[in-house]
Every structure is written in structure tokens, then in C-alpha cells.
């Protein structure tokens, strides 16, 4: 095996130069490190492929579903000119997703500019905390009377979400009478559920999230498509480039394969002691992509047992950055403190420009923002690799809704390739479920409650 | 030594007792730990009282100006109704500070309010970012005609601000005439720097950073107060809750010193092995002083060598989280993943409420807002102990200018507390010059670059 670099025409490709030995000494990988672990990657895509065709996990299949988009399309663009504000009730996928989208794809600053910078389309707001002075901010900015309210919960149950909902569902009634139907999208499982009743029995909007994609894995469902769609995004360019992703990311041959390349060197580099995974994108426009990524990453792999039942704490942590901004915050650290890391940088090719004005004898003066910017990212990468950290950069043509497509499903199938080489269960989150049953316990029990271990909690 | 909640009286303060090996199982602190490090402690303070004496190290002496304090409220108040938007142009510290301080203390939402939700005052956009259709989009939203710059840069150098301002004056100056400068303030060294002769040469209003006061411990400085101010936060509040937290922030006894306490617990947690700090704090207002506190962290404490020039590669990485968001995010990996993390916890004691209305059979409804979100953090807190993951709580009172002006001390007081007993230089960042003599070498060689190593990058 050679050729570190691999290059998918016009697609997505992962670059793993700058985290061979040749690149940053003794600690880097070696190609062969590569080959020897290629039989266990695809190993671990086939039995990914396995599920797949059983039907267990369906994150890789929404992109067929045109008919869904269509019908999202059709709905989101009737709210133009019909609503200023859109508010997404919805916690972790359910918000971080929409958010990335929203934030890589609309124009910048989307919802401070005035209507007409939106095309017409209502501003997006996510909603996912309870603070209660957050929760009162989302009613003093948008006034149910010119808000939709998108409530995202697959099983209809999440009690951030639906606490939020029902407040805006009470003033609604109050404040709009019989047209409270109008302002209430419902995106939930296709046939379970509270919400799923709920709309059934009230005519309400609604489109579905499958019943075998989950939450972190949820973004090119209806529960990022809606959102972006209203905010004028061209989901349906979105879908055809994670098709376009998903044709290579399921391959089993290691280097035609730019996720399973991704997870197997994150693999790799964990077993040798670096366990966290600094996802650093040089764009602010992907900034939040960091925080879907370290949901995706943190809640699929962060596990306590294997697939047999077998402890093993394993889990990589995911870090968020983003460049040229965290240069002045983080970087000292990457580059000097313990060698416990590996650093993605998520690289756009293409990037708009515009020439920086001469000022003084200010050194950038007359030069273009684009070769600063780059030559800042470039800057970083040889930091860090003569700091002898393994640098991985995913490459990105440009920030475009196609490409943006492209790198959501690339690193899902990443992820669940990476689960499989741990041999653990990607798709559920039982560490979570504790939390919520003491939560429960403390509201019942009037906010006092002694745990396994005899702590105490009193609210 | 007893007593693992230590109270200081409406005071901010550091409760370590899930941390121990009675909460957490054997791989807790015990009170004997604590007890063996309290002379250690005691001399790293002392070190850094020293440095304080000698005039060294400033960030503690910033709540005592109050003349400045005067002058920049003075200067706010003045851009009530004359202007629409203010735009920080500073990166790091110069943007981290300020928008930790808005966020937290200018009512939720602030910048998607009209007028009048502002009280009279302006927007405040944050240019921490050189990405170009970033800094379009500022300009976008905010006309020129109708901005002022806050131009922030200690050195007067800062590239990536500075080709933002001269992109900015360049604007000004065409669209504003002979007034240009007036649309424009500088933040910058008292005395020296290309920026503070600009100011003097075209009387430009400016306000002063310290010499002794590096970027990252600088949000009690004109850095953070400026726009602060400019927002409606009364700054002399803030400086009267940094103020009270120094008077015991630097206390040598280790249990009467928050600060301190904070820094020892993650010392000790470091040396076995835990060298991951999660902050989180439960308010989504403070969700930005996780970003604060991450630089913090990170460039002061991550260094390659200790005061006597030895390499020692040091360093624990901070992670910024946020109740009760990440619960559906990251506590899955915190809870069951590597035993490598400690978790802080940011809880605030008193938050506002509001009662959720009954809905179906929502189990929730009806009950307080407040009492679900303090449920869930103790559910967090509950299932982290419960899995034997140790977890620091920094208790607020509640929300207020006072407080955040406090915790903001008693951080960077920690931060400067730990680099004293890790050895190590906690003030300077030679880790990030390096990645700017690269990007130099890039501009001026045509985008070619050979590395020592030998590794090359081509623009």
C-alpha cells in the first residue's frame, strides 16, 4: 500500500500524510501499520454491511428517501413570507444537526439579517436547554403568534423538548385561538408515540424520523432536513452528495475507503495512548459541525462493555476547535502539552476571498485573506507536525451543500465503522439512561435521593 | 482537615466531596491527600504572590482601577442610540473574555432583540475569525456608517485583526468622510504598538491593556469592559465580585482558598493519570465561560518545559460541556468511557423558574421548570459519582455581575495557582509563535514551505 493521500474525484478524501512516521518520528504510523489492520477494517465493514441489510441501522439509506424531501420542501417553502421565526424544539441530534447545517449552509449570521437578507425565509432558533431565562429569551424574540415551533423527539418522550412545547402550546392557544394547529410542525417516529398521537388526532403537520436511525445519527432525516430546508438550503443537492459518500464509505477495501482510512487511523492511534481526537475545522462557517461531531463520536463510542457483555471502557474524546480562532487559545496546548492527541483538521480547498486594504506597513496589507487564512492553517499543520503530533486532515472542495452532505454521512459511517472495530454497540447510549431515572427519582421523591453507593442528593 | 464543602460567605465556592473516595470508590481523593499537598500548595501561592509583588503577573490588580472603569462607562454610555452595532475585532482572550461576560450577563438572546429589548444599546458582533465570508457577513449586517470598531490588539499586531480593521477603515473612510474617526476604538498597550500611534496621531478614542496583563487574563481589562459596558453590564459591579474574590483567592492556607482547593484537586487528579477537565456549566448563559475557561486552561498551563527548561510536556486538556444540553451529548462517554476525566460541574444555585404547563400525560407538567433542570444535574452528577468518576462542583449563588466577576478571579487565580505547582511558566505561549513563523515563511516564499523536518506544505 502507498499514497497517503487518497483522492476521491470531486469528493471528500481523507489525508493521513502528516501522521506517518516519516512526518512526525517514532510515534507515527507506518504504512504498513495501514496493511496490517486493513483484514480487521474490512472485517469490520462487513459486519456494518450486515446490519445494514438486516435492517438495524438505517442511517445510510435516507438518502433515497425523495420522496420525504420533497414533501419537506413543499411545507418549508409555504412558511416564506408567512412566519419571521422558526423555533426548533429539540436536544442533542435533535438540535446539534439542524444547527450544523444551518450554520455551514445559510449565509452567515443567518438569523441577524433582516428579512430580505433571508430571502424572506423565518429566522431559526434552537432550543436546546431548559435555563429558564434561555427558554423566556426564545418567547420574548419570537412571539408565538409569528413563530412555528418545530418539536423534534423520535420517541415523543424527551422531557426538555416536550417541557418547552408544552409552554409555547399553552400560549399559543391563548394567543393565536383555533390556529395554534398552524404553528406547530411535528417531526417524531412514524407511528409510536405521544407526539405521533398528538398529531395524528389533531391534523397536524408532521414528517417521520425512522424507527432505525437514531438521534446522533438523525441529520439527513426529516430532523435536519426540515430546518435547513426552511433556512432555503437545497436538501435534495444535500442528499445526492451523501449518496455520493455513501457509494464509497461502505467499501471494505481500506484505501478506496475514506471513512473506514479515518476510523482505522483514530484507531490506531488510540491503541497507542491517544485518545483524544482535537476535530478542528478551518472554516467558521463548519464551527459547529465540531459539536455535532463530538456527540457522534462521544456517544457512539464512549462505552463501558463490548458486544460480549465484557468491560472495557473504551471510548475516544472527541475535542471541539476551530481554526484560525483556537490557534490564539488551544494550540499552545496541542502543540507542547502531553502527546495524548491526534488533531483533525477539516481543510476547505475553495474558499471565497477578498483583498485586505494596505494599512501602515501592516505586513498583510495588499495581500489576499484567502492565502492568510491558508497560510495560517498550513502554519499549524507543520506546528504540529514537528511537534511530532499526528495530524489526519479531511479535505473538503468547498464549503457547498453538496460537500457538506458528503461530510456528514463520511464521518457517521466512520463512526460506525470505528464502533465495530471496538466491538462495542454504536447505537445505544445506556450511560445516559441512569441520569434520567435519578432525575426522576428526585422529582418524585419531593428532591431527595440516596444512590447505590449511599450519595446523597437534596435539590 | 474536614469538611469538603467549603463556603465562603455569598461567595462563590469549590465543593470537591464527589471527589472523594467515600463518593467515587478507591480511585477518589481522600482528606489525607489534600492534607500532604497543603504545604506544596501553600508555596505555589506564595510564588505567585511573589510575582504579583514584583509586578510581574497584573490580572489581580484589574479590579482596582476604577478610574478606567469610570472612563469606558463614560465612553459606553455615549453609544446609547448613536450606533446600531459594535464590533469587537480581536481574537483569543481579546474575543473569549468579552463574549463570556455578554453572554452571561446581557439578557439571553441579546443581539436578536430589537432597540428597545437592548435598552437603547447597540449589538455587539465578536470578529474573532478570518474566514472571508465570515468577515462579509459582518459587514453585511453591520453597515459601517452605522458601527463602531473596537479594535483589540495588546501588541498592535495581531494579524488576523488587523486586516479585518484595515478591511474596516478602508469602508470607513470611504463611507463616512471626514467622521471615520469616530466610528472607531482602540484597545491596545498603554504606551507602545503601531495601534496606540495611530490612536494618538488621529485622536482616536482608546483605552489601555496593561503591560503586565497577557491576553487570556485580561477580561478585567478595557478588553472585556469595553464591550461589556457597551451592552448595558454594570462593570463595577463586576469589578467589585472580582475584586471580593481576590481578597481571598490568594490566601496561602489551602482550605480557606477556593481557587487554590480548585487547582490542588485537579493537580492531584492530573498525577493520577486524569488529564482531562470537563467544564460544565449548568446555564446555558454561562455556556461561552466553558471557551473562556478552555484558553485559560489550555495556553497557560499546556507547556513543553518547566521553569528550569526541562522538557516535561505538560499539561490537562479542558473540554468545554454545558448542562443540561451535553447530558444528551457527551455524558454518555463521561459516564462510561476512560477513566481519564475529571468533570466540574458550574452549578448555580438560585435560577429564575417558571411553571410548565400540564399537557396530556406529560409528567412534567405542572411542575417548576427550575426543579426538572436542578433534578437533571444532580442526575448528572449522581450517575458520574456512581460510575466512580470524580466530580468538582463550583457553586454560584446565582447569576449576577457580582458572581461572574468572581468566578472569573477565582479561575484565573486557579489557573495561575496550578502552573506555580506544575512548575511551569503559565504566562507566555511559545507553542503558538512557532505556527506564525511558518505562516510568515509561506506569505513571503510564494506558498512553499520546507519544515525542519523535512515536511513541506504548499499553498
Redesign the interface.
Known amino acids: 500500500m502507498k499514497a497517503s493521500k487518497k483522492n476521491f474525484a470531486k469528493k471528500i478524501s481523507v489525508d493521513y500524510g502528516?501522521s506517518l512516521s516519516g512526518?512526525?518520528?517514532a510515534g507515527g504510523l507506518s504504512e504498513g501499520d495501514l496493511s496490517k489492520i486493513s483484514a480487521f477494517v474490512k472485517n469490520a465493514v462487513k459486519k456494518l454491511n450486515a446490519r445494514r441489510a438486516s435492517g438495524e441501522v438505517g442511517f445510510a439509506e435516507l438518502p433515497d428517501d425523495l420522496k420525504n424531501a420533497s414533501d419537506i420542501k413543499k411545507y418549508a417553502d409555504k412558511l416564506k413570507g408567512k412566519c419571521r421565526h422558526f423555533a426548533v424544539l429539540g436536544?442533542?441530534?435533535s438540535?446539534?444537526g439542524p444547527r450544523a447545517l444551518i450554520d455551514a449552509l445559510a449565509?452567515?449570521?443567518y438569523?441577524?439579517?433582516d428579512l430580505a437578507?433571508r430571502g424572506g425565509r423565518p429566522?431559526i432558533?434552537i432550543a436546546?436547554?431548559?435555563?429558564?431565562?434561555?427558554?423566556?429569551?426564545?418567547f420574548?424574540?419570537a412571539p408565538v403568534s409569528d413563530t412555528v415551533f418545530n418539536v423534534i423527539t423520535k420517541s415523543g418522550t424527551t422531557?426538555?423538548t416536550?417541557?418547552i412545547?408544552?409552554?409555547a402550546?399553552?400560549m399559543l392557544k391563548k394567543k393565536t385561538g383555533e390556529s395554534w394547529k398552524k404553528h406547530i410542525v411535528i417531526t417524531t417516529d412514524p407511528e409510536k408515540g405521544?407526539l405521533r398521537e398528538?398529531a395524528r388526532k389533531n391534523g397536524i403537520d408532521s414528517f417521520p424520523i425512522p424507527s432505525n436511525v437514531g438521534?446522533?445519527f438523525s441529520t439527513l432525516s426529516s430532523v435536519g432536513l426540515l430546518p435547513a430546508a426552511v433556512a432555503g438550503i437545497d436538501i435534495k443537492k444535500l442528499l445526492k452528495g451523501a449518496s455520493d459518500a455513501e457509494k464509497i464509505c461502505f467499501q471494505e477495501a481500506l484505501l478506496s475507503n475514506p471513512a473506514a482510512l479515518y476510523a482505522a487511523v483514530h484507531y490506531l492511534f488510540y491503541k497507542k495512548g491517544r485518545?483524544?481526537n482535537v476535530f478542528m475545522p478551518y472554516?467558521?462557517?463548519l464551527a459547529t459541525v465540531s459539536?455535532w461531531f463530538?456527540?457522534l463520536w462521544?456517544?457512539s463510542?464512549?462505552?463501558?462493555k463490548d458486544l460480549k457483555g465484557k468491560d472495557v471502557?473504551?471510548?475516544p474524546?472527541?475535542?471541539?476547535a476551530?481554526g484560525?480562532?483556537d490557534?490564539?487559545?488551544?494550540?499552545?496546548?496541542?502543540?507542547?502539552?502531553?502527546?495524548?492527541?491526534v488533531v483533525t483538521l477539516l481543510s476547505v480547498e475553495d474558499?471565497?476571498?477578498?483583498k485586505?486594504?494596505?494599512?501602515?506597513?501592516?505586513?498583510?496589507?495588499g495581500?489576499d485573506?484567502?492565502?492568510?487564512?491558508?497560510?495560517?492553517e498550513?502554519?499549524?499543520?507543520?506546528?504540529l507536525?514537528?511537534?511530532s503530533r499526528p495530524v489526519v486532515t479531511i479535505k473538503m472542495p468547498k464549503?457547498s451543500v453538496e460537500y457538506v452532505g458528503q461530510l456528514i454521512m463520511m464521518l457517521e459511517a466512520a463512526t460506525a465503522i470505528y464502533g465495530e472495530m471496538l466491538g462495542i454497540n454504536t447505537f445505544d447510549?445506556?450511560?445516559?439512561e441512569?441520569?434520567?431515572?435519578?432525575?426522576?427519582k428526585?422529582?418524585a421523591g419531593a428532591?431527595k435521593?440516596q444512590?447505590?453507593?449511599g450519595?446523597k442528593?437534596r435539590?
Chains 1, 2 share one sequence.
Open positions: 502528516a512526518a512526525i518520528g436536544i442533542g441530534g438540535a446539534l449565509p452567515s449570521f438569523n441577524m439579517r437578507g429566522r432558533i436546546d436547554n431548559i435555563s429558564p431565562e434561555f427558554v423566556k429569551g426564545i420574548d424574540i422531557g426538555e416536550l417541557s412545547f408544552s409552554a402550546l399553552a405521544y398528538f438521534g446522533r485518545r483524544i472554516e467558521e462557517k459539536d463530538a456527540q462521544a456517544e463510542l464512549g462505552k463501558k471502557f473504551v471510548g474524546t472527541p475535542v471541539k476551530k484560525v480562532t490557534q490564539h487559545s488551544q494550540l499552545q496546548l496541542y502543540t507542547e502539552g502531553p502527546q495524548d492527541k474558499i471565497d476571498s477578498f485586505v486594504p494596505k494599512m501602515g506597513d501592516f505586513i498583510f496589507g495581500r485573506i484567502a492565502e492568510l487564512f491558508k497560510a495560517e498550513a502554519g499549524t499543520a507543520l506546528s507536525t514537528e511537534a464549503v447510549q445506556p450511560g445516559v441512569y441520569g434520567k431515572v435519578i432525575a426522576k428526585i422529582l428532591g435521593v444512590s447505590n453507593r450519595n442528593y435539590v
